[in-house]
């Protein structure tokens, strides 16, 4: 028996992403099989197709953080899964295959109020916008709360956890065509223009961050007294896909190095958030997937902007990078 998969072989451009064959294995001792239905893109996948992701395995190997399907087989000793059952799982690397072979442990049901195509936008999703609003800054009703993110995958989730509290909620967006898609989500929209020009738009209580480098200093003087800015990544970095050293380097010397004795004078703090680091603890890994009956409580709903056949992944990679996506972009095997 064989399946699909997408690996890394070279750094480069979205056309070095190729699917080849191989053979499947059999799930051993608590592990579980997937035929999976969807796999998640994620913006890592991007810097680390590129060669600037740190925490990446050597070439070649499989990109991916997550998946949905249904279970094909169960190893010995698993139990709480059935074969036929719809799960969402995260792979930690492996992700771009039609059939993943997982610990147990990385898979759970399917929320009732999704399906399979939405399931697949949710973990990594769901765990950053949990982690950042819910476990390090703690947002809640009536605070002022921006988005930078706002129509990517955690932008969109962060925008409902936050509302649902009773924050205030602004996402930003470089797209002005994006700004309705914002609004229907019920948070005011402007453009990261529009916000940097208007100097009113200060006193927020907590900031979501996602491009890095020189547009973190700018937002932490916007946050008010005991204000939050939590950090998910370096989007600045890079540019149309392209594998720009110079512009990377750049944008992390552009990264502020923030002194404490700095923070005493504006009693706000910053944070810095790998969500895939924390999935490498197995008390975060159970206490993030138990979390995961909010989603359905609710009535969280990831918004899939475009799925596209998994033969097409250049082209799915090709529209995130150059943030033509709206909300989550997914592979279909």
């Not at 204000?227 to 512009?247: A, P, Q, T």
């Not at 995130?320 to 972009?329: C, F, Y």
Request: aromatic share 6%.
């Amino acid at each position: 028996m064989s399946h699909r998969e997408i690996a890394i072989e070279s750094y480069g451009t979205a056309q070095t992403l190729k699917v080849r064959e191989r053979d499947s294995k059999d799930p051993g001792p608590g592990e579980v099989a997937i035929d999976v239905a969807y796999s998640g893109i994620n913006f890592a996948d991007i810097q680390m197709r590129l060669g600037f992701y740190p925490d990446a395995p050597k070439k070649p190997f499989v990109p991916g953080y997550e998946v949905s399907g249904k279970i094909a087989a169960l190893g010995a000793g698993v139990t709480g899964l059935r074969v036929g059952q719809s799960v969402v799982a995260g792979t930690y690397f492996g992700g771009y295959t039609s059939r993943a072979v997982i610990p147990a442990g990385q898979a759970f049901a399917l929320p009732g109020n999704l399906d399979l195509e939405a399931g697949a936008a949710l973990p990594v999703n769901y765990f950053t916008a949990k982690l950042a609003l819910t476990e390090m800054a703690r947002v809640r009703a009536g605070d002022k709360v921006l988005i930078e993110c706002a129509t990517g995958g955690v932008g969109v989730l962060a925008i409902q956890l936050a509302r649902h509290v009773g924050a205030e909620v602004t996402g930003l967006t470089t797209s002005p065509h994006k700004k309705a898609f914002i609004e229907s989500l019920g948070a005011r929209a402007l453009t990261k223009d529009e916000w940097q020009a208007d100097a009113k738009a200060t006193g927020y209580d907590f900031i979501l961050n996602a491009s890095g480098g020189a547009e973190i200093e700018p937002q932490r003087k916007r946050l008010a007294i005991t204000g939050r800015m939590v950090c998910i990544g370096l989007s600045s970095g890079v540019k149309d896909g392209k594998r720009g050293f110079v512009r990377m380097g750049l944008a992390a010397l552009r990264t502020p190095r923030i002194s404490v004795l700095k923070l005493f004078d504006t009693n706000s703090g910053i944070f810095a958030l790998n969500a895939l680091k924390v999935l490498e603890d197995p008390t975060w890994v159970t206490r993030l997937t138990q979390s995961l009956g909010e989603v359905e409580a609710l009535a969280l709903k990831p918004h899939v902007g475009k799925v596209f056949p998994a033969s097409d992944v250049a082209a799915a990679h090709r529209l995130l990078e150059t943030k033509g996506a709206t909300g989550k972009v997914l592979l279909a095997w």
